[in-house]
């Protein structure tokens, strides 16, 4: 009789192990350490000028180290309206996921410089939850904050807009 109930344990625990396995398989935020492409759509105001509203996106390159820390570059492009201004900022990004879930919040920082036509330097600070549609493609929703320094190029002007905005975006990731 003990060998039996011995045995009955052993495969509830084997069941049970293999059980775990599989939804450790299907759940998590389907981040694997390697190679990933960020895209999003962004629409924004200024914190000082309500009426100064820009819209933009940007894409980022990068490598994701394990299921919560991501380091990439990327490029983005922001028109504001009042200004009449498409800029091009060149920027380093850093994401840190706090758990390892479908729904997963994050957050985000960006810093990097404008080079083109309409120069300065760009930083940038989000946090926002991630939601995993696939085991290899997640949207993202990110609300933050970001600080623009822009001037045109060639050109020193101490009245040069310091934007500060408050941002909504949206993006997927591969």
């Known amino acids: 009789m003990k060998t039996t109930l011995k045995k009955s344990l052993f495969a509830c625990a084997i069941g049970l192990l293999f059980a775990a396995n599989a939804q450790a398989q299907f759940s998590g935020n389907g981040l694997h350490r390697g190679l990933r492409v960020l895209v999003d759509a962004s629409v924004g105001v200024d914190l000082e000028d309500s009426e100064n509203a820009s819209i933009g996106g940007s894409a980022a390159v990068g490598y994701q180290f394990g299921r919560h820390f ?11 309206k009042d200004y009449e201004w498409n800029i091009v ?39 926002g939850v991630r939601f995993r549609l696939k085991s290899n493609v997640v949207k993202a929703l990110n609300l ?9 190029a060639g050109t020193w002007d101490p ?3 310091e934007i500060t905005s408050f941002h909504a975006m949206i993006g997927i990731e591969f």
């Open 70 to 80: 991501f380091l990439g570059g990327g490029i983005g492009l922001d028109y504001f």
């Open 89 to 127: 900022p060149l920027f380093g990004m850093a994401r840190y996921d706090f758990i390892d879930s479908k729904v997963t919040p994050f957050i985000e920082g960006r810093l990097g410089y404008a080079p083109f036509d309409i120069d300065g330097y760009y930083a940038q600070i989000g946090g």
């Open 144 to 152: 933050g904050v970001g600080y623009r320094d822009f001037t045109r």
């Open 159 to 161: 009245e040069a807009p």
